[in-house]
């Protein structure tokens, strides 16, 4: 049978798809162009009509990911308004659920060595993605006065560094890492720890 090739309808995207599923099954640095295109049905010269190399392939796939990230987070934040702390909770919940529901945009996006600087799109859509929760921290700490304010960008950055750890650690089913507790019940309770310690929210009486 003749290949697709040039006349594969969606090529792109087919190629998106046939790199996530690599992604996942052998990890960023595990599989070919030529392996990429072969799940796709088309050549590998057909490839660089749409990508220069595997990284900008891997890069759209990043891309896509954050995509629906932003949306997944900004999700959460609108649904468990108008309690900012409700909102910055569900925000790191949202992305264990996106690191379940999504693993090789996820593995795309954080564990591909994969600049967000990249491309200016892919710049665009992280810096929503991270926006989301810059807002719920900056709502969250207005009852405290300015000079003693911690900033948004910090707050936020720790409450991903928590929900980065606990995906890795206990909700990716890595070996010998099993914990004797949710990974939710975990990254709430770290979460409620970090913002009692910062003054964001009243300790527990």
């Given amino acids: 049978m003749p290949k697709r090739g040039y006349h594969h309808g969606n090529l792109r995207q087919a190629l998106v798809d046939a790199a996530l599923a690599l992604i996942e099954a052998k990890g960023p640095t595990g599989f070919t162009l030529s392996e990429a295109a072969k799940q796709a049905g088309v050549t590998p010269a057909a490839v660089y009509r749409h990508f220069g190399g595997r990284e900008d392939l891997i890069a759209e796939a990043a891309r896509q990911g954050y995509e629906i990230f932003a949306d997944v987070m900004q999700y959460a934040y609108d649904k468990h308004q108008p309690s900012a702390l409700a909102a910055l909770e569900a925000t790191g919940r949202a992305y264990l659920a996106f690191a379940r529901r999504y693993p090789g945009h996820y593995i795309a996006m954080f564990e591909s060595g994969i600049s967000v600087n990249h491309s200016p799109e892919l710049a665009a859509v992280s810096a929503r993605a991270r926006g989301v929760q810059e807002r719920a921290a900056a ?64 300790p527990d009486s």
Avoid: C, D
Wanted: net charge neutral.
């Fill in 139 to 202: 709502e969250l700490s207005q009852h405290i006065p300015p000079g003693k304010r911690p900033p948004p960008t910090m707050v936020s950055a720790h409450i991903w560094a928590l929900s980065h750890g606990v995906v890795e650690l206990f909700a990716r089913n890595s070996p010998g890492t099993q914990s004797p507790f949710p990974p939710e019940a975990l990254l709430e309770s770290g979460i409620g720890v970090y913002l009692r310690g910062l003054g964001l929210i009243p």
